[in-house]
């Protein structure tokens, strides 16, 4: 064996670290999303290069276990999601299977942007790897929205239908005006899925107005409320863990996209399998 090659390979591994974090296993990147300059986020917990644990982004997270005080925006929108308290930073931790994830205990544990400009459009998809590990009401992503800052969503996990339902939807054209999609065949928690949401506030019927996908497949779902007026959505900061003040996180973040416009079938499902080859969910 040549005495270059332990050079080569320790030169080489992470720069097909970092390809790999890029393009997972399918040879997609979700970086195509924002092409047309799209607003939205991309959070990436197993690029360790867009990690950090303090929020300033000055100390690099270097490894499994610490904490993470800021989560760089990957889409090119700047929408950093950043946690300046050290008991409220999520960990970043590795499952059996290797997969990265962010680790958020369900007390209060949270990251969150500046602000996350989603106002020029009344489309908005979402994807998310998760791990829901209580069968409490908790949140995976948030954008407030209300009567002065109309257009909220949210992305979560509710109990309060009667039973555990990894993904409920819920978007609002302002604080007493809202369309909610909930499943109605999910098994209990804990469950890690691939998740996705399209939010579509120009939809004449309730239905369409949320569509909501879980594991690669479109999921039986029941609506309540709606269908509201249509709106575009906030210009507020994005959360992820928690809503403004509470429903918090037990489980883990695996990838988090959030683009602000409609997304065709192709789109849909490339991205479905690229979140699921950081998620392994199936």
Same mark, same amino acid.
């Given at each position: ?46 690029? &360790?290069?867009?990690?950090? +644990?303090?929020? *300033?982004?000055?100390? #690099?997270? %270097?490894? !499994?276990?610490? $904490? ?109 005006? &809202?369309?909610?999609?909930? +499943?109605?065949? *999910?098994?209990?928690? #804990?469950? %890690?899925? !691939?998740?996705? $949401? ?85």
């Amino acid at each position: 064996m040549s005495i270059l090659a332990p050079v080569c390979q320790s030169i080489l591994r992470p720069v097909a670290q970092s390809i790999s974090a890029v393009l997972g296993t399918s040879g997609f990147s979700p970086t195509s999303l924002f092409a047309a300059s799209e607003q939205g986020a991309w959070y990436d917990p197993s690029d &360790f290069a867009s990690m950090f +644990q303090d929020s *300033a982004g000055t100390t #690099p997270v %270097t490894a !499994v276990g610490q $904490v993470v005080g800021r989560i760089n925006d990957k889409s090119g929108r700047g929408n950093h999601a950043l946690q300046a308290t050290t008991a409220a930073k999520p960990i970043v931790r590795q499952d059996a299977g290797g997969k990265y994830y962010l680790e958020l205990d369900g007390v209060d544990d949270t990251v969150a942007s500046v602000t996350g400009d989603l106002s020029g459009s009344n489309k908005l998809t979402v994807w998310a790897g998760a791990r829901l590990t209580a069968g409490t009401a908790t949140i995976i992503a948030n954008e407030a929205g209300g009567a002065a800052s109309p257009g909220g969503f949210r992305v979560d996990h509710r109990t309060s239908v009667g039973t555990n339902i990894p993904l409920y939807g819920i978007v609002f054209a302002s604080g007493v005006s &809202f369309t909610e999609s909930y +499943q109605t065949t *999910a098994p209990a928690v #804990p469950k %890690t899925g !691939v998740y996705v $949401v399209e939010f579509d506030t120009a939809q004449a019927l309730a239905v369409d107005e949320i569509k909501l996908r879980a594991n690669g497949a479109v999921s039986a779902d029941t609506v309540i409320g709606g269908p509201i007026p249509t709106v575009n959505f906030a210009n507020s900061a994005f959360t992820i863990g928690q809503t403004a003040s509470s429903q918090y996180l037990n489980g883990r973040i695996y990838q988090l996209i959030v683009r602000g416009a409609a997304s065709t079938a192709q789109q849909i499902t490339d991205t479905e399998t690229f979140v699921n080859s950081k998620t392994g969910a199936y």
